[in-house]
């Protein structure tokens, strides 16, 4: 499976993205897909994930209420809206297919990865 990631930018603090995440060459409707970040200096870290089907999502805490992970299987794309933009979003966003079904924060799941797209969030 190869996976695309883009829509990342620099915005202002307060500002929405949506990122998106192609994926081909594979079965895309099984897996769980998740999305992860990595700022200088820190480990890569979960950010949210959406289960094979949409059915189900988790998050990270720090971003609940504000991201909001989707997938639409038909065009074998997953998508994380990020509302409420602050500057400790600013990292690498990477997308990642996961060996299991559901929506998994454990980074040992994920199988596949994306090359990342930045995202930069003025104060």
């Known amino acids: 499976v190869q996976l695309q990631a883009y829509g990342g930018g620099l915005v202002q603090t307060g500002s929405s993205l949506r990122l998106s995440c192609a994926a081909s060459?594979?079965?895309?409707?099984?897996?769980?897909m998740g999305w992860f970040r990595q700022a200088p200096g820190i480990d890569r870290e979960f950010v949210a994930a959406?289960?094979?089907?949409?059915?189900?999502?988790s998050y990270k805490d720090a971003v609940k209420g504000r991201f909001t992970i989707s997938r639409d299987n038909t065009k074998n794309t997953v998508y994380l809206q990020m509302n409420s933009l602050k500057p400790e979003d600013t990292a690498v966003y990477y997308c990642a297919a996961a060996s299991v079904e559901g929506a998994s924060a454990k980074t040992s799941h994920y199988r596949y990865w994306g090359q990342g797209t930045q995202v930069t969030v003025s104060s």
């Open positions: 959406v289960s094979y089907n949409g059915g189900a999502t």
């Open positions: 060459g594979g079965p895309f409707s099984v897996y769980g």
